[in-house]
């Protein structure tokens, strides 16, 4: 140990074991009694009860923080706050604005529908075909023209057959796509032994 070093200080060590005077920070719980002069540095802010124990901060695979708000930031930091994760899931909340294109095609129908037609037992008597007219007896003429003195006396033939072009409508439904694998948040690292001073030197306020 440093004869220098803090009690509360935190020191990065490559090493893989604990150095004399420290401790490691891996979120442990410490008696106070024994602890006394750390535990009066940083009393509960990373847990215990308080009464017999407090505890370190565990900085296993986590990353430091400055306590406070900068300006152009969003959060507030107080000491002792943990939070965040290694991944995410994104929900479609989350996820910008979008159209998706969407096409139908729908197929010709062809109906058969029989249509009744009625013709007149009549002479026909002119060559006009108009809206009321039937058709007649064929002569010189092929239609009838109904009048007082000689009424149309209607017959009844098979239907015509009649090609009916149909066009339908559908509604397009999008299916869902996507797997839900959360997304991995860890920037490149390189990791080290974080420790921190147990009793040394105390800290005098600035």
């Known amino acids: ?6 009690t509360g200080e935190l020191m990065p060590f490559l090493g893989n074991f604990v150095v004399r005077g420290y401790l490691a920070c891996e979120g442990q719980l410490l008696d106070i ?12 802010f990373y847990g215990g009860d308080g009464r017999v124990s407090f505890a370190v901060p565990d900085l296993r695979g986590r990353r430091l923080t400055g306590r406070g708000k900068a300006p152009d930031l969003k959060y507030d930091y107080k000491i002792g706050q943990k939070g965040g994760a290694d991944s ?5 909340y989350a996820l910008p604005m979008h ?18 037609m ?15 007219v039937y058709l007649g007896r064929p002569q010189y003429k092929n239609y009838v023209v109904p009048n007082d003195s000689d009424p149309v006396v209607p017959i009844g033939l098979r239907g015509v057959s ?26 490149p690292y390189n990791t080290v032994n974080w420790l921190i001073c147990t009793d040394n030197l ?3 306020r600035g």
């Not at 009694?33 to 509960?44: E, V």
């Not at 995410?88 to 479609?92: Q, Y």
């Not at 007149?120 to 006009?128: E, K, L, Q, Y």
């Open 33 to 44: 009694a024994k602890y006394s002069t750390l535990y009066s540095l940083i009393g509960t």
């Open 202 to 204: 105390y800290p005098e």
């Open 1 to 6: 140990m440093s004869s220098d070093s803090f």
């Open 162 to 187: 009649v090609d009916v072009h149909s066009t339908a409508s559908a509604d397009v439904a999008i299916q869902r796509t996507g797997q839900n694998i959360p997304i991995d948040f860890q920037t």
């Open 99 to 116: 159209n998706h294109a969407a096409s139908l095609e729908v197929p010709n129908t062809y109906s058969q529908a029989v249509a009744p």
């Open 118 to 132: 009625a013709v007149a037992d009549n002479a026909a008597n002119t060559r006009i075909p108009n809206t009321k």
């Open 88 to 92: 995410i899931t994104l929900t479609e």
